[in-house]
């Protein structure tokens, strides 16, 4: 993996701490009432008994709480009087190694997979190994630079992990679950972070290095506190691997 160890570490993530955070859309009234909508459904699901992610009354209410998200993000999106850029076939965000998934996810995404593309997983796997074994490498890479920089002294460990996954960006490792046209083969069922990112503005303002900068139309449009404190609740409530919500690593461990 000789192109990781020249690897370039992105500038722009050194000060994105320093950077004063962009005004945050504001989220109307009619929003609010939709958001009080999914906070119900995730109840609904926190109060079920079901032992598994994979049952027909788990997913039903997941179905139900994505299609409520999307209309939630939706509101607020018309309200602001802006037009968003990314949909269905744009792959720029498909580069990152995405973190934050949750435990259910992944296995709803790999029970699919078993189902539907049985023949694909093989293909799936080894690039998923692939994948894993370089951002190993590239931690590595990354930590050496950290220590023997001064610019990156001070770098708090989020700071830093923030920084591993700017770097993993510039490898260009498609996510396994895209197709040869870059379309992703998951949509309906991809994970809430892939969700939450939206575009005002050009595709190249998605980058990590300048993500944070003053011309950016980027946004991270997530549920509100209520919600999320839930879906952490229902994460370890179905996880099955400790410590681990790369949604490519997860994905690798269910599958094998």
């Not at 602001?80 to 992944?106: L, M, P, Q």
């Not at 074994?133 to 989020?158: K, W, Y």
């Not at 303002?205 to 011309?215: A, G």
Request: aromatic fraction near 8%.
């Amino acid at each position: 993996m000789e192109h990781i160890k020249n690897i370039e570490i992105p500038h722009g993530c050194l000060s994105a701490a320093k950077k004063p955070s962009k005004p945050l859309i504001p989220v109307p009234e009619s929003a609010h009432r939709i958001h009080d909508s999914m906070v119900q459904t995730l109840k609904e699901l926190e109060r079920s008994n079901s032992d598994s992610c994979l049952c027909n009354e788990f997913r039903e209410k997941h179905t139900f709480f994505l299609d409520l998200f999307m209309h939630y993000q939706n509101e607020i999106i018309s309200t602001c009087s802006k037009n968003i850029t990314c949909s269905r076939g744009c792959a720029c965000c498909c580069f990152h190694w995405v973190e934050d998934v949750y435990s259910f996810e992944a296995e709803i995404i790999a029970d699919y997979l078993k189902t539907n593309r049985n023949d694909d997983i093989p293909g799936i796997i080894e690039q998923l190994r692939h994948d894993e074994a370089a951002l190993i490498e590239l931690d590595r890479v990354v930590d050496r630079t950290v220590s023997a920089s001064p610019d990156t002294s001070g770098l708090s460990d989020n700071d830093r992990i923030d920084l591993l996954l700017a770097c993993y960006y510039q490898l260009k490792r498609p996510c396994p679950l895209l197709d040869t046209s870059g379309t992703c083969t998951i949509y309906p069922l991809r994970p809430l972070t892939c969700r939450t990112y939206v575009s005002f503005f050009n595709p190249r303002f998605c980058r990590p290095d300048i993500v944070e900068h003053e011309d950016s139309r980027t946004y991270v449009l997530n549920c509100e506190e209520t919600a999320s404190e839930i879906l952490d609740t229902l994460h370890f409530k179905y996880a099955r691997f400790s410590n681990d919500t790369g949604l490519r690593s997860l994905l690798l461990k269910y599958l094998e």
